[in-house]
C-alpha cells in the first residue's frame, strides 16, 4: 500500500509526521522549563505561613497589649 503512493504524498506525510513530533517536543520541554522554574522559585521563597506569621502588623509581645475581655 505504501508502495502505490505517490511521491509527493510520501513527502507530506513525512512533513507532517516531522511537524507533529517538533510540537510535541517543543510542548515537553516547555512545560519541563516551566515546572523547574516553579519548583525552584518555591526552593528560594520562605514558606508562606511561617512569614505571614511576623508580619500581621500587630505586636502581641508587647507591653501595650491589652485583651478586651467582654
Known amino acids: 500500500m505504501w508502495r502505490d503512493k505517490s511521491p509527493g504524498l510520501k513527502i507530506l506525510w ?3 509526521f516531522g511537524t507533529a ?4 517536543t517543543n510542548v ?3 512545560r519541563m522549563r516551566d515546572m ?3 519548583i525552584n522559585a518555591q526552593d528560594q521563597d520562605p514558606p508562606r505561613a511561617a512569614a505571614a506569621e511576623g508580619t500581621s502588623g500587630y505586636d502581641n509581645t508587647s507591653s501595650e497589649f491589652v485583651r478586651d475581655e467582654s
Open 21 to 24: 513530533a517538533v510540537l510535541v
Open 36 to 38: 523547574d522554574q516553579i
Open 14 to 16: 513525512l512533513w507532517t
Open 28 to 30: 515537553m520541554f516547555t
